[in-house]
């Protein structure tokens, strides 16, 4: 079945610091990918999506490339700050079909 | 930010005490979910609805059961709450057959079982 492999945190940066964060998925066809962010105490937000392979998500800074050929969608940011602190998690849904597919969150911590 | 709700957002309950979470949507969503959110396991799907009186199994669904009797309202009952049900529940909903599937999440209800 489809799956997602998140890189394992937790990840601790300092302010300003350039942010990568791995995401790889195992899927038949031609998925929609995105990166959630989920607060402390919150639920998960939508961060960006892409929905075809070459397609570039952006939001808030963060960016990722929906890259068939490596089956990847990894999360970046130039410059992160103390604010982005959070649980990020990558996801895939197949076109049609009803259910989201998460990989396990990635836990950031961004220090002054 | 999409309108959900869920309520209560903090219950401290007794083992062997039904209890029943409350997702309401203003979207006008078809589709409806109730997640599980644990430390060390993500996010598990419990159950969902694809409709009004249509739900189906998530991975997770021993012990509870849901209803879907509007489109706004999605509850989730615990028959009988043990202390394994203690958790992080959160609502989403979905157009997963007009958009792209993306879904948007509630705030959480934090379930304590003692």
């Known amino acids: 079945g489809d799956s997602v492999t998140q890189m394992e945190g937790p990840v601790t940066l300092s302010e300003e610091a350039f942010l990568t964060i791995n995401c790889t998925y195992t899927a038949t066809g031609y998925p929609s990918l995105f990166w959630y962010v989920q607060y402390p105490g919150e639920g998960l937000q939508l961060l960006l999506k892409?929905?075809?392979?070459?397609d570039k998500g952006s939001n808030k800074g963060f960016e990722a490339t929906y890259r068939k050929e490596t089956t990847s969608f990894h999360l970046e940011k130039g410059s992160v700050q103390v604010s982005d602190s959070a649980v990020y998690f990558c996801a895939l849904s197949q076109q049609g079909a009803q259910k989201l597919v998460f990989g396990q969150g990635t836990r950031l911590t961004i220090n002054p | 930010d999409a309108g959900i709700t869920q309520s209560p957002r903090h219950k401290v309950t007794e083992t062997g005490t039904p209890v029943t979470l409350r997702c309401h949507q203003t979207?006008?969503?078809?589709?409806m979910y109730w997640y599980r959110q644990d430390p060390g396991h993500g996010l598990r799907l419990i159950h969902y609805?694809?409709?009004?009186?249509?739900?189906d199994k998530g991975e997770v669904s021993d012990g509870y059961s849901v209803s879907r009797s509007k489109t706004e309202d999605f509850l989730l009952t615990l028959e009988s709450a043990t202390s394994s049900q203690t958790s992080v529940y959160f609502c989403?909903?979905?157009?997963?057959?007009?958009?792209?599937?993306?879904?948007?999440f509630g705030p959480g209800t934090r379930l304590t079982v003692t």
């Open positions: 989403a909903i979905s157009e997963a057959d007009r958009g792209s599937g993306e879904q948007y």
């Open positions: 892409a929905t075809k392979a070459d």
């Open positions: 609805s694809y409709g009004v009186k249509d739900t």
């Open positions: 979207e006008n969503h078809r589709y």
